[in-house]
């Protein structure tokens, strides 16, 4: 996927300064630890989901995991992605099941941190200090404070987000359900998260979707995409605008179809685009 995206430093920014974690002892998690001294205010959650032989975590900026920090024998570190901060660890050779992982994260939704206490989803964030952020995440708000890595859960079980970065006593960032669900796939089926590449750009600084560039030869342009076609939705998820783009331009697979519709000349169709794998 090649976007003209406004600075989107999400990622590079949380990758300086890494450290390493140690156990957090009574406290049912982890916690930053540097020169071999545990902090105690850095807990970080750890939980099972994508099924059996699955743990999911996520780092706050400055935070390293061992390889698989008291998991027990058996366990590795099979991914990071360094712009989600997602890490999974495997026992065995799993086999991923996205049915544990839900769409439930949306303003104005409920959803439920492990200690059943009730969380209010109340904003999408979509850029970070002026710059657009690679997919768009949540602002939620409860009673109690939450670690990173928590998961949030809607009334199925599933899980709907998971805790990323904390922003005061009971208020929380939360990379969505179906970012989660499509990172630790990749983590767990290939070691890195592989990102798609459509041949396209985009400029933040229209209002509507539309593509500024389609390249010749890529993605895009072979399932007929052209510049100047406006995104109205991708496998049926709504485009309102750049962010809104970007999200669902980073959900997509390589190799895997999905269904752009756009707005062209007056006339509406659905195209199918098959991303290629990106390189870089």
């Given amino acids: 996927m090649k976007l003209r995206m406004a600075g989107c430093l999400w990622g590079a920014a949380l990758m300086v300064g890494l450290l390493p974690l140690d156990r957090a002892r009574g406290q049912g998690g982890w916690r930053l630890a ?95 200090h002026g710059n657009f952020l690679p997919f768009t995440l949540y602002l939620a708000e409860g009673p109690n404070p939450l670690p990173v890595g928590a998961p949030l859960r809607d009334g ?18 939360l990379v969505p359900g179906e970012v989660v669900e499509r990172v630790v796939a990749d983590l767990v089926e290939h070691g890195r998260l592989r990102r798609a590449h459509l041949g396209v750009s985009m400029s933040p600084a229209r209002p509507e979707a539309s593509l500024t560039q389609v390249m010749d030869g890529g993605a895009a342009a072979r399932a007929g995409l052209k510049a100047g076609d406006r ?46 794998l990106a390189t870089k």
């Fill in 34 to 128: 540097e020169n071999g001294g545990a902090i105690p205010s850095q807990p970080v959650a750890v939980f099972e989901a994508g099924g059996s032989g699955i743990r999911i975590t996520a780092l706050p900026a400055g935070m390293e995991l061992q390889q698989s920090p008291g998991l027990g024998p058996g366990w590795r570190k099979c991914g990071v992605d360094p712009v989600s901060r997602l890490v999974a660890y495997v026992h065995g050779s799993p086999s991923f099941d996205p049915s544990g992982f839900s769409l439930a994260c949306t303003v104005g939704n409920l959803l439920q941190a492990p200690d059943g206490a009730p969380m209010k989803v109340i904003k999408k964030v979509q850029q970070w």
């Fill in 156 to 173: 199925s079980g599933r899980v709907a987000g998971v805790v990323s970065r904390v922003e005061s006593r009971g208020r929380v960032l």
């Fill in 231 to 276: 995104i109205r939705k991708v496998d049926g998820a709504p485009v309102s605008g750049y962010a809104d783009a970007v999200h669902a331009f980073f959900l997509m697979r390589p190799g895997r179809q999905a269904a752009v519709e756009i707005a062209r000349d007056g006339r509406v169709m659905v195209l199918e685009v098959k991303p290629d």
